[in-house]
C-alpha cells in the first residue's frame, strides 16, 4: 500500500479532484472506497479515501488520505496530478510532523519521537520511541519546566513589585534544590537513552591466539571471523549487529596484540587501539596461561573504556588457573560453555538493572540542555543563599531557557530546522 497525505486548507478540494465520487462534505474519518483518476477522468486505480477535519487531525489542519496500491509509478502519477493545483507543493522532509508541533498538537519532543520511531533498529529502542510519543519525556521534562516557570514568576514579581508581591520568594532556595534534584535525576537517564537510540559497541580484543574470533563468532552465532590456529590471523576490525534483551550491541572483533607484530599484524593493532577508545565496553579474552601481571598489562589497553575480563579457550585447560576466572567468567567459544553468563554480564556492565525499553530516549541535544538547566539550578541554588535575588532570578531562567530547548516552548527556528532536517519525507 501507499499514501498520499494532503495537509492544509484546500486539501479536500484537491484530493477530491482525484476521488470525483466522494462527496463534498464527507464524513470525517470514514473510509470511503474510491476510484482515483487522471486529468481526462480515466480510472489509474481504486482504494480509500479519508478526510480528517482540522483540527482533530495529525497536523491540526484538514488532512485528506489517499490510499492506492504500493506500485512506485502509480504513486509517481497520483502525485503528479496532486502537483497540477498551484496551491499544492511537496511536502519537506518532517513537514507534517512540524505542523502538527507549530499547531500545538504535539510538543517537541513527541514530535522527535516520531523520528526516533522510524529509525529505531531495536526492541527496546522501538518500545522507547513510542513511549517518547506517548509522553513519557514530555511530562518529565513539564514537571520541571512549569514550577520553575512559577518560581521565576515569584522572583520577577519581587524584583519588580516588592509590595505586591511581598514574600513570593520565601521558600526559594529549597524549591531549587527540588528542581536541581530532578533535573539532575533525568539527566543520570541521558547514557542510558542514548545507548538505546544508537545501540551498544563492545569490542573482543586480547593478546593473540585467545580465543576472540572463535568467540565473537559464537556470540554472533555465525562464521564471520575467520579462526586459525597461527596467531594474528584477525588483521582487521570485524563488525556485527546482534540484539540481546531488546538492546542492539555491535560487536567488534579486533587484531590480536602481541609486542613483535609483522608490518599488516601492526596496521591492525593501530587499529584495534583506535576501536577501543570509541566504544562502551571492551572485553578482554585472555588466554588460560594468561599471568596477573600480563592481565593488567592488556587491560591498561583500553584507557579509560570500561574493561570485562573473560577467560577463553576454558574446554581446552579448564583446570589451569588465570585472573579471569576469579570472577567466573570462563567461556568457550568452541563449546559455548559460559556463554549466558558472559551476556548477561555484557549486558550489566552496560545497562545495570532495570529494562531497556522502561528509559526515556534523550538525545545529545536533550543531554546538552538538560545539563545546561541542572548547572544553572546548581548555581542558582548557591544564590539562594550567597547572592542577590536578581542573580537567583537569572539563574532560574538560564534553566527554564534550556529546559525550553527540550519542550519547544524556547526553540529557536534555527533549532527546529536542525531537529526536523533529519526526518524522512511523509512524516
Known amino acids: 500500500m501507499g499514501i498520499l497525505r494532503l495537509s492544509g486548507p484546500a486539501a479536500l478540494e484537491v484530493g477530491r479532484r482525484l476521488a470525483p465520487g466522494i462527496p463534498e462534505a464527507p464524513v470525517p474519518r470514514h473510509a470511503y472506497l474510491a476510484s482515483f483518476v487522471d486529468a481526462q477522468g480515466l ?3 481504486e482504494g480509500l479515501f479519508l478526510y480528517f477535519r482540522a483540527p482533530h487531525s495529525f497536523t491540526g489542519e484538514d488532512v485528506v488520505e489517499l490510499q492506492a496500491h504500493g506500485s512506485p509509478r502509480l504513486l509517481q502519477l497520483l502525485l503528479a496530478r496532486v502537483l497540477e493545483d498551484e496551491r499544492v507543493r511537496p511536502a519537506r522532509p518532517g513537514e507534517f510532523t512540524r505542523r502538527a508541533f507549530l499547531q500545538g ?10 523520528a526516533d520511531l522510524v529509525a529505531a533498529d531495536s526492541e527496546a529502542a522501538v518500545r522507547a520511541a513510542a513511549a517518547g510519543l506517548a509522553g513519557a519525556l514530555s511530562h518529565r521534562v513539564r514537571a520541571l519546566e512549569e514550577p520553575l516557570r512559577a518560581l521565576h514568576a515569584d522572583l520577577e514579581g519581587v524584583l519588580n513589585f516588592p509590595d505586591e508581591a511581598e514574600g513570593a520568594d520565601e521558600g526559594a532556595g529549597p524549591r531549587v534544590a527540588a528542581l536541581r534534584s530532578e533535573a539532575e535525576a533525568l539527566l543520570s537517564e541521558a547514557g ?12 573482543l580484543y586480547g593478546p593473540v591466539n585467545a580465543g576472540k574470533s572463535t568467540l ?23 563488525e556485527a549487529r546482534v540484539e540481546w534483551n531488546g538492546l542492539a550491541l555491535s560487536l567488534l572483533d579486533t587484531a590480536g596484540l602481541r609486542e613483535t607484530p609483522g608490518r599488516l599484524e601492526a596496521l591492525g593493532i593501530a587499529r584495534t587501539r583506535q576501536t577501543l577508545a570509541s566504544v562502551d565496553l571492551a572485553l578482554l579474552v585472555l588466554p588460560p596461561e594468561a599471568l596477573p601481571a600480563e592481565a593488567e598489562g592488556w587491560a591498561h589497553e583500553a584507557g579509560a573504556t570500561a574493561v570485562l575480563r573473560v577467560a ?18 570462563r567461556v568457550s567459544g568452541r563449546t559455548g560453555e559460559g556463554l ?4 548477561a554480564a555484557i549486558l550489566s556492565h552496560l545497562w545495570g538493572e532495570g529494562t531497556p525499553a522502561a528509559v526515556a530516549l534523550v538525545s545529545e ?40 530547548e527540550v519542550s519547544g516552548t524556547s526553540a529557536s527556528e534555527a533549532l527546529l530546522d536542525a531537529i526536523f532536517q533529519r526526518f524522512c519525507i511523509g512524516k
Not at 105 to 114: G, H, N, P, S
Not at 340 to 343: A, I, Y
Not at 372 to 397: D, I, W, Y
Open 105 to 114: 498538537r504535539i510538543d517537541l519532543t513527541r514530535a522527535e519521537a516520531v
Open 312 to 329: 577463553g579457550k576454558c574446554d581446552v585447560a579448564p583446570s589451569l588457573p588465570s585472573p579471569a576466572w576469579e570472577r567466573g567468567l
Open 216 to 238: 565473537f563468532n559464537r556470540l554472533v552465532g555465525e562464521a564471520r571471523a575467520l579462526v586459525d590456529a597461527e596467531p594474528g590471523t584477525t588483521r582487521d576490525v570485524l
Open 365 to 404: 541535544r536533550h543531554a546538552d540542555a538538560l545539563r545546561r538547566a541542572a548547572e544553572a539550578l546548581g548555581r542558582a541554588h548557591e544564590a539562594s543563599r550567597l547572592s542577590t535575588l536578581e542573580v537567583l532570578s537569572g539563574e532560574v531562567g538560564l534553566a527554564l531557557e534550556a529546559l525550553g
Open 192 to 203: 542510558r537513552g542514548r545507548l538505546v537510540r544508537r545501540g551498544a559497541r563492545v569490542a
Open 340 to 343: 549466558e553468563p558472559l551476556r
Open 43 to 45: 480510472t489509474l486505480d
